[in-house]
Nanobody
Framework: QLQLVESGGGLVQPGGSLRLSCAASGFSLEYYTVGWFRQAPGKEREGVVCLNSGDGTTHYVDSVKGRFTISRDSAKNTVYLQMNSLKSSGTAVYYC?????????????????WGQGTQVTVSS
Protein backbone atom coordinates (compact mmCIF):
# COMPACT_ATOMS: atom_id res chain seq x y z
CA GLN A 1 0.00 0.00 0.00
CA LEU A 2 2.86 2.35 0.86
CA GLN A 3 0.66 5.08 2.23
CA LEU A 4 1.50 8.05 4.44
CA VAL A 5 -1.15 10.08 6.23
CA GLU A 6 -0.43 13.33 8.04
CA SER A 7 -2.52 14.71 10.86
CA GLY A 8 -2.33 17.23 13.67
CA GLY A 9 -2.48 20.47 11.77
CA GLY A 10 -4.68 23.35 12.73
CA LEU A 11 -4.82 26.96 13.80
CA VAL A 12 -2.37 28.13 16.43
CA GLN A 13 -1.27 31.52 17.73
CA PRO A 14 2.29 32.76 17.26
CA GLY A 15 4.49 31.25 19.94
CA GLY A 16 2.26 28.22 20.27
CA SER A 17 2.98 24.57 19.59
CA LEU A 18 1.66 21.75 17.46
CA ARG A 19 2.66 18.14 16.98
CA LEU A 20 2.17 16.66 13.55
CA SER A 21 1.90 12.93 12.97
CA CYS A 22 2.80 10.87 9.93
CA ALA A 23 1.33 7.39 10.04
CA ALA A 24 2.60 4.79 7.61
CA SER A 25 0.78 1.76 6.28
CA GLY A 26 1.98 -1.00 4.00
CA PHE A 27 5.61 -0.61 5.02
CA SER A 28 7.75 0.01 8.06
CA LEU A 29 9.16 3.48 8.54
CA GLU A 30 12.02 1.95 10.45
CA TYR A 31 13.68 1.13 7.13
CA TYR A 32 13.00 4.45 5.43
CA THR A 33 14.44 7.89 5.65
CA VAL A 34 11.61 10.24 6.53
CA GLY A 35 11.39 13.93 5.80
CA TRP A 36 9.01 16.72 6.65
CA PHE A 37 8.36 19.38 4.06
CA ARG A 38 6.16 22.42 3.87
CA GLN A 39 4.68 24.61 1.19
CA ALA A 40 3.59 28.12 2.07
CA PRO A 41 1.15 30.11 -0.06
CA GLY A 42 2.83 31.29 -3.23
CA LYS A 43 6.09 29.48 -2.50
CA GLU A 44 7.76 26.26 -3.53
CA ARG A 45 7.89 23.20 -1.35
CA GLU A 46 10.86 23.25 1.01
CA GLY A 47 12.50 20.71 3.22
CA VAL A 48 12.13 21.17 6.97
CA VAL A 49 13.90 18.16 8.47
CA CYS A 50 14.90 14.62 7.62
CA LEU A 51 15.56 11.59 9.78
CA ASN A 52 18.23 9.23 8.54
CA SER A 53 17.07 5.62 8.57
CA GLY A 54 20.62 4.32 8.78
CA ASP A 55 21.98 6.02 11.87
CA GLY A 56 19.09 8.11 13.19
CA THR A 57 20.79 11.42 12.58
CA THR A 58 18.76 14.47 11.67
CA HIS A 59 19.18 17.52 9.53
CA TYR A 60 17.07 20.63 10.07
CA VAL A 61 16.69 23.65 7.89
CA ASP A 62 18.21 26.67 9.63
CA SER A 63 14.92 28.48 10.05
CA VAL A 64 13.51 25.82 12.41
CA LYS A 65 16.58 24.74 14.36
CA GLY A 66 15.95 24.74 18.08
CA ARG A 67 12.19 24.93 17.62
CA PHE A 68 11.21 21.81 15.65
CA THR A 69 11.98 18.20 16.54
CA ILE A 70 11.45 15.04 14.51
CA SER A 71 10.98 11.68 16.20
CA ARG A 72 9.87 8.15 15.40
CA ASP A 73 7.71 5.71 17.32
CA SER A 74 8.47 2.33 15.78
CA ALA A 75 5.70 0.55 17.67
CA LYS A 76 3.13 2.87 16.13
CA ASN A 77 4.91 3.09 12.77
CA THR A 78 4.57 6.84 13.06
CA VAL A 79 6.89 9.81 12.72
CA TYR A 80 6.19 13.07 14.51
CA LEU A 81 7.13 16.67 14.05
CA GLN A 82 7.00 18.68 17.26
CA MET A 83 6.77 22.37 16.42
CA ASN A 84 7.36 24.90 19.18
CA SER A 85 7.56 28.68 19.15
CA LEU A 86 5.63 28.80 15.93
CA LYS A 87 5.86 31.90 13.80
CA SER A 88 3.51 33.26 11.19
CA SER A 89 6.07 32.24 8.59
CA GLY A 90 5.33 28.65 9.59
CA THR A 91 1.94 28.82 7.94
CA ALA A 92 1.96 26.16 5.25
CA VAL A 93 0.76 22.76 4.23
CA TYR A 94 3.07 20.26 5.87
CA TYR A 95 3.91 16.97 4.18
CA CYS A 96 5.77 13.89 5.27
CA UNK A 97 7.70 11.81 2.78
CA UNK A 98 9.73 8.62 2.78
CA UNK A 99 12.67 7.27 0.84
CA UNK A 100 14.03 3.75 0.89
CA UNK A 101 17.33 4.57 -0.78
CA UNK A 102 18.19 8.13 0.22
CA UNK A 103 19.80 8.44 3.63
CA UNK A 104 19.71 12.18 4.20
CA UNK A 105 18.25 14.85 1.99
CA UNK A 106 15.92 17.83 2.05
CA UNK A 107 15.38 17.73 -1.69
CA UNK A 108 11.72 16.91 -2.38
CA UNK A 109 12.32 15.15 -5.69
CA UNK A 110 14.48 12.52 -4.01
CA UNK A 111 11.60 11.15 -1.96
CA UNK A 112 9.45 8.32 -3.26
CA UNK A 113 6.31 8.41 -1.14
CA TRP A 114 4.25 11.37 0.02
CA GLY A 115 1.30 12.06 2.22
CA GLN A 116 -1.52 14.39 1.29
CA GLY A 117 -0.48 17.10 3.72
CA THR A 118 -1.96 18.82 6.72
CA GLN A 119 -2.63 22.54 7.01
CA VAL A 120 -0.89 24.57 9.70
CA THR A 121 -1.98 28.16 10.18
CA VAL A 122 -0.12 30.42 12.60
CA SER A 123 -2.10 33.57 13.22
CA SER A 124 -3.42 35.82 15.96
Amino acid sequence: QLQLVESGGGLVQPGGSLRLSCAASGFSLEYYTVGWFRQAPGKEREGVVCLNSGDGTTHYVDSVKGRFTISRDSAKNTVYLQMNSLKSSGTAVYYCAASFTIRSTLIPTQYDYWGQGTQVTVSS
